[in-house]
């Protein structure tokens, strides 16, 4: 049974910063994507940042040059610092692995950890 646990969201201010973590289970890390991705209230989730098992990442244009997203194969667990924080990065952030393998896709979710940036 696979399982993405995301810790880390708090209540910061702005300007602040936060790392989130995401411990993985059930599944053979090294072969996924890692990635977060968030949603505000009444909005779409959108994809945050992504890194693949060779290590390329992706960000959305909002939060480069202030989140860093990385992984550690020894621990099954995938980061996302955070820093510069402003009161839009405020959303549900979740974790998700995908993976696609002989033209199936595999992805999983994250119960997600809640940011709140406020002063």
């Known amino acids: 049974q696979v399982q993405l646990v995301e810790s880390g969201g708090d209540l910061v201010q702005p300007g602040g910063s936060l790392r989130l973590s995401c411990a993985a289970s059930?599944?053979?890390?090294?072969?996924?994507?890692m990635g977060w991705y968030r949603q505000a209230p009444g909005k779409q989730r959108e994809l945050v940042a992504t890194i693949t098992n060779e290590g390329t990442t992706n960000y959305v244009d909002s939060v480069k040059g202030r989140f860093t997203i990385s992984r550690d194969s020894a621990k099954n667990t995938v980061y996302l610092q955070m820093n510069s924080l402003k009161p839009e990065d405020t959303a549900g952030y979740y974790c998700?692995?995908?993976?696609?393998?002989?033209?199936?896709?595999?992805?999983?979710w994250g119960q997600g950890t809640q940011v709140t940036v406020s002063s």
């Open positions: 059930g599944l053979t890390f090294s072969l996924y994507t």
């Open positions: 998700n692995a995908d993976r696609i393998w002989l033209g199936k896709r595999n992805t999983y």
